[in-house]
Nanobody, 121 residues
Framework: QVQLVESGGGLVLPGGSLRLACVAS????????MSWYRQRPGKERELVAS???????NYADSIKGRFIISRDNTKNTHYLQMNTLKPEDTAVYFC???????????????WGQGTQVTVSS
């Protein structure tokens, strides 16, 4: 009923930038919470950044000051602008939404398919 499509991943040199996008579609009444997670090789999935419906943001210490999360409610989309990328940022990045479907009060979680970000020289 709800699909998330991620885009923007790829290969970039250290110090470079990428912009990830996550577009949600379906019978969405409201997106109450949006996040980006990543899973680095051999490590557990970790929260990178999140943004609430009142535009409050939260960032992992490892990327604070380098990445920016934002949302466009008119497009049901959230973004992750990644700057000053480091090899340690290499991971599969997953978007996440907490949504209300139709006009019902229940909240549901959905995950994107993941997009590979590789930072290497």
């Amino acid at each position: 009923q709800v699909q998330l499509v991620e885009s923007g991943g790829g290969l970039v040199l250290p110090g470079g930038s990428l912009r990830l996008a996550c577009v949600a579609s379906g019978n969405i009444f409201a997106i109450n919470f949006m996040s980006w997670y990543r899973q680095r090789p051999g490590k557990e999935r970790e929260l990178v950044a999140s943004i609430s419906n009142n535009n409050s943001t939260n960032y992992a210490d490892s990327i604070k000051g380098r990445f920016i999360i934002s949302r466009d409610n008119t497009k049901n989309t959230h973004y992750l602008q990644m700057n000053t990328l480091k090899p340690e940022d290499t991971a599969v990045y997953f978007c996440y939404v907490l949504v209300q479907i139709g006009r019902g009060p229940t909240q549901y979680e959905y995950w994107g398919q993941g997009t590979q970000v590789t930072v290497s020289s």
